[in-house]
């Protein structure tokens, strides 16, 4: 190997490793948030000014997540970096904006409902469930590739291919069990602070708006294969409902 390509794959991994460790901690700092600040109800005031800020927030990190999806953005970066780089440019930006939404989402007074007894163990336990589903379907996509460390190497930007869909559980219940995931660990929370509830409310709304979006792009870009997968999964987040 050559020093200055041994040099170049050692600042790629410097790089991949650094954001794969932002989105780690983005993402337990989104838990910390969820599961302790925002749980607690904020005090008294008005409530459109901080409606409209947090919806402003999670706009701006949403936007950045679906244009950098779109095919003509991640070919024009695919030009300029190399393939590693460009999915770690990815989660870079999008760690950062989401620990901003986190740091920066304000309080909104108000408790939506509150559940006690038998009935907040059954809620903690969907939300338990919730979580083990996004968890086992980051590791059927794999941790590496989601944080962008998988495969550091220095090489030309592959062309879509037809490589079929795994059906590995979850997804062979419901194309999209992450956002699945999602939905449990967010909707069953007890209590439900109108901080929560907002929070929940507009992250779940631009997942229901973003899937037929991804799906479509997918379908261009996978040579036939998502075709088949959603012949062979046909729901996307609740099996028999949608």
């Known amino acids: 190997m050559r020093p200055a390509t041994a040099l170049n794959q050692a600042g790629v991994r410097v790089v991949t490793a650094a954001g794969a460790l932002l989105f780690a901690v983005a993402i337990a700092f989104f838990l910390y948030r969820y599961a302790i600040s ?9 409530w459109l000014a901080p409606l409209t800020w947090n919806v402003t927030l999670f706009t701006l990190f949403a936007l950045h997540h679906s244009l950098f999806a779109r095919t003509p953005i991640r070919s024009a970066i695919s ?25 920066l989402w304000r309080p909104i007074p108000g408790v939506a409902w509150e559940v006690a007894g038998y009935g907040r163990w059954l809620l903690w336990g969907l939300q338990a469930a919730g979580l083990v589903v996004t ?43 992450i956002y ?14 109108m901080t929560r509830l907002t929070f929940a409310g507009i992250s779940c709304t631009y997942l229901l708006l973003a899937i037929p979006l991804e799906e479509a792009t997918l379908r261009r870009t996978t040579g036939g294969a998502y075709a088949e997968y959603e012949r062979t999964v046909r729901w996307r987040l609740l099996p028999r409902f949608y």
């Open 79 to 103: 030009r300029t970096l190399p393939p590693p780089l460009e999915r770690s440019l990815y989660v870079w930006v999008a760690s950062g904006l989401f620990l901003a939404v986190c740091m």
């Open 180 to 193: 699945a995931g999602w939905f449990l660990m967010l909707l069953p929370a007890t209590p439900m602070t």
């Open 38 to 46: 925002f749980g607690r109800p904020a005090e008294r005031g008005g």
């Open 135 to 177: 968890l086992r379907g980051a590791a059927v996509l794999d941790f590496r590739d989601l944080s962008g460390m998988a495969a550091p190497r220095l090489a030309t930007h592959d062309a879509p291919s037809a490589t079929p869909f795994r059906t590995t559980w979850p997804y062979g219940w419901v194309r999209h069990p």
